[in-house]
């Protein structure tokens, strides 16, 4: 738990596939006046011009909570939402749960370019059910770190997806996400093409979520950063995208 000036920061991140109830637009106010306590301040989201966040802070209060919402329908949206996710991790803002005041309830954390392999490797050979990646491209050597997990999974039974966007007629085809599909499905993993929908995610036994901007089946840039954390019935909205 990271303090900083006795003041523990965490994040809420509300991955809803609703916009804000009431008429309200992302960019508005997340909490009605009428709903705010009394000495609290408000930080309007006209203070950060690339983000619809809202920050409440309470003098005498241990805590800064941030409420973010993202439509994952709307591609801007979600490009705007996963820039956000990687200054929320390089902040060293925590996650905590929705809808449990206890923080950490949903296991939910921040996953960079340091770490993500082997959390998401352990991810793999944990699952029990099932495996769905969806990435904007795909590379052989990533994909190679990860087969023996994958293989292992398939062999256990599980059912695993792994999808790759499809270039557009006017891009050029990258032989290495052909490439790359051709090993997943040596191993016997589901090698699909989705042409929109979310990306950079995976949903394991329709419960764990990996979701921001690391490409899962490819190494990430140096600030990449994805939101990791169990939460089944966001895992089924999700799917519902797809």
Known sequence: ??????????????????????GMTLGAAAVGTDSVP??????????????EVLVLYEDGRTEVVVYDYVDVSVPMLERMYKKRLKTY?????????PTDEDEGANGG???GKGDW???????????????????????????????????DARERGLEVTCAVRKHA??????????????LLGEAGVEATWFEDGPTRLAVIDD????YGSLPLLAFPKSDDCSLRLHDAELAAE???EL
């Open 1 to 22: 738990m990271r303090v900083s000036h006795h003041v523990k920061r965490s994040v809420c991140l509300l991955l809803s596939l609703l916009l804000l109830a009431q």
């Open 109 to 111: 954390s921040f996953i």
């Open 38 to 51: 009394a000495g609290t301040s408000v930080l309007e989201p006209a203070a950060y011009p690339d983000s």
């Open 207 to 210: 419960a764990l979520i990996w």
């Open 89 to 97: 991790g390089n902040l060293g803002y925590e996650v905590c749960s």
């Open 238 to 240: 999700l799917k519902d």
């Open 117 to 151: 392999l082997g959390r998401f490797e352990t991810d793999i050979r944990e699952a029990k059910r099932s495996i769905l990646v969806r990435a904007p491209y795909a590379s052989e050597a990533a994909v190679k770190k990860l087969l023996p997990a994958l293989r």
């Open 169 to 182: 007629a006017s891009e050029q085809t990258d032989s290495r996400d052909t490439a790359a599909a051709a």
